[in-house]
């Protein structure tokens, strides 16, 4: 490559792997070269190239799964919170694949914060379901929804079934159901929410914490969701 007489070469570096993108070489979701293979094409030491490859990761061009690489970062997806806010239908509607993935669940005493939201004594069993959101296969949210045990018994292995939680809650007779509240923070993720996300620790997280009511009113879940700032951008309608 011929350098350009006054600027830094890891700029130039910079330069050329987005002229890549632009023209199609590295494509959305694409997994960028090992910093070995772009020391070996452009001839530099590899501190260079890190401060190219950062720079494109702080301008969300590219960004940095933990143990899995760089890839070229996908258009951030618009997520409009409303009365009805539906993962699978958002994505669908951006003609991505929706997936949800259960990653773990418990049941256990409702502490003050969950108790106030579900309008229920402090100490009620309430199920904790933690789960993934993903969008062609790239995690945007992390979910952790508290629900009533005493309504909801077996609803964990219906959402592993249906990997929806709209769908479980419809075997328990809920066909509808709205958001009364959300409020809506910025915060770094914890170890376990970044691996999840596969993102650095010190990329923030968009947190909400949200009440879905039923038909009477009543509350049926605490919602709160950690979304990837990198590739979700929330819209409140």
Known sequence: MDWEPGLSIWKQIEKQLLSDIADGVFAPGYKMP???ELVRRFGVNRHT???????LVDTNVVRVEQGRGAFVQEPILDYPLGAKTRFSQIVSGRHRLPDKRFVSSEVLKANALVAQCLDVKLGTRVIELFSVSEADGVPLAVATSYLPAARFDGIVEIFIQTKSLTEAL???????????????????????????????KNRPVISTESIDVDSAGVPIEFGVTAFSSDRVQLIVE
């Open 34 to 36: 090992t910093e070995m």
């Open 49 to 55: 190239v890190r401060r190219a490859m950062a720079a």
């Open 170 to 200: 419809k075997r328990f007779g809920i066909d509808d159901y709205t958001r009364k509240t959300t409020r809506i923070s910025a915060a770094l993720p914890s170890s376990r929410v970044a691996s999840l996300l596969k993102q650095a």
